[in-house]
């Protein structure tokens, strides 16, 4: 309920806020880098508007060069003068249009490689809370959505402001009076497209939201282990009927936008062949008198269509203009998230030689909802108020280079969360994690990606080819080398009886390895990247005992010779560590070798007497 009311109000929030100075001047920072391209368009335009002026004029010559009884010649070489004026006006159209593509391509290339850049820095933290589907959707239609708006807007404005005010010079140049009264219907104009512009702003943003929703519902259900929950419990009926809700809202939307837009065109059409009949009219009675001339009749009449012509694309341009920065907007809130994890400037890299780990006194809280997300692209933020209670308090332990440090306790103590630590997933809010010596915040993000490997609970494997997805790890790696580790995971019999081998399809909708091959398969990814320090998260699947016996060897290959810090629920992976630690509520409880512990009789006598006494369930 008060979630419903925050979001709502914020929603309001955003559409009362006007068009800011700084959204606009960031988006003159975007087009600054195609200042020159962007000078020679506007160029363009101003030319192709001039000659807009042209041909009006060269008509009521024509028109008065018979009414005068001029020799054909004159009015041979006008007819050529109004053909010259029109091919040069579409050469320059071409010109202009390429351009302008051109310009809007490349806004969206910045744009998109900016946000892609930007997300790809956010912590892990932002990916756990954020709808990839509403992210996405800023990446593709907001980043769109900016482009068409500016680019037909930048166009438009530029060229329509100067065919305004040169049809209005060649107006009042021919007759002032009637220039005036055809003015007088403007402000039937310009004052309803500022409710207009508002009003389809509103609905477009609110479309935007749904179609991000829906991209949302679409990449969580749609996926294979979405699509496996809401078979096996999911209410179909009622996620079509949520669905089917939100695409019939786009779909009024769609509709009274168009409608909203289209009223508008209809009555400034309208005006505009008014404004027509009052040119004839007068300008008619002043021929009459002798007064004008009928070639500045026609002159006139024509030029003054094309006077309601910029002014309606100039009435539209706001509306564009409103949404373009809608869609900037968006954008630009992606942009200015704060990724809290970031490389100190001056960072060093990791000590050369093996490397300890050492854990100092480290208190950890995971960070809460407002600090690492958007609440526009998560939905269900102000839901969640978990985060921000302490997991760790006070967790401290060193592993020698080359030493093996384990981790043992019980499901939720807070063993993944130390272990996430150690390669800045999230940082400590006090204490310090150090590697080889050295704050793991004062080192670089490259040198610790090289230094630390670190295999998951759940490792994830991309959809790609089992090639790809270990090259991964180390891309200068041969092909020697790939099967070296995975043979050492023993996993290459298994490959080579694949009949694609290394270039089977693995990941999300690819061939589908077994938990127990899936870890193998990290498992020599690790192998391949030869780390200096590895960190192992063992999956908590109970495996049969032929492929326990596989990864277990597989573990030996992948400790062999380096610092490792292990968490392992089988506790007969870790009987050789060189110090084991029982964690309970985020708080060492024991520590010492197995032969220490097992003596002691504490909690970790307890736990290995549990698991080895019922040996098919899987310890925690
Ligand atoms: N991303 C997160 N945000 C907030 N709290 C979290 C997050 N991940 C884990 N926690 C909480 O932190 C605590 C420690 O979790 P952790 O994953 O470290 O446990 P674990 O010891 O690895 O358990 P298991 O043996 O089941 O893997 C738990 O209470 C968990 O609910
Ligand atoms: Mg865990």
Redesign the pocket.
Known sequence: MTAWHQLYSMNNQKERRPVSRATLRRIGGFARPHRRKLALFLVLSVVMAGLAVGSPLLAGRVVDAIFNSEPLDVVVVVALAIAGLALAEAGLGLLNRWLSAGLGEDLILDLRTAVFDHVQKMPV?FF?RTRTGALVSRLNNDVIGAQRAFTDTLSGVAGNIVTLALTLIAMIGISWQITLLALLLLPVFVLPARRMGTRIARLRREAADHNAAMGTQMTERFSAPGATLVKLFGRPAHESAEFARRARRVRDIGVRSAMTQSAFVTALTLVSALALALVYGLGGFYALRDQLAPGALVSMAMLLTRLYAPLTALASARVDVMSAVVSFERVFEVLDLEPLIKEKPGARAVPEGPVSVEFDDVRFA?PSADKVSLASLEEVATLDS??GVE?LHGVSFRAEPGQMVALV??????????AQLLPRLYDVDSGAVRLGGVDVRDLTADSLRDTLGMVT?DGHLFHDTIRANLLLARPEASEDDIWDALTRARLATLIESLPDGLDTVVGERGYRLSGGERQRLTIARLLLARPRVVIL?EA?AALDSTSEAAVQAALGEALEGRTAVV?A?RLSTIRAADLILV?ED?RVVERGTHADLLAAGGRYEELYRTQFDEPTVAA?
């Open positions: 933290a756990m995971y978990r985060g997991v306790g019980s499901s939720g103590a807070g063993k993944s969360t130390i609970q998260d908590t968490i629920h964690i985020g925690v």
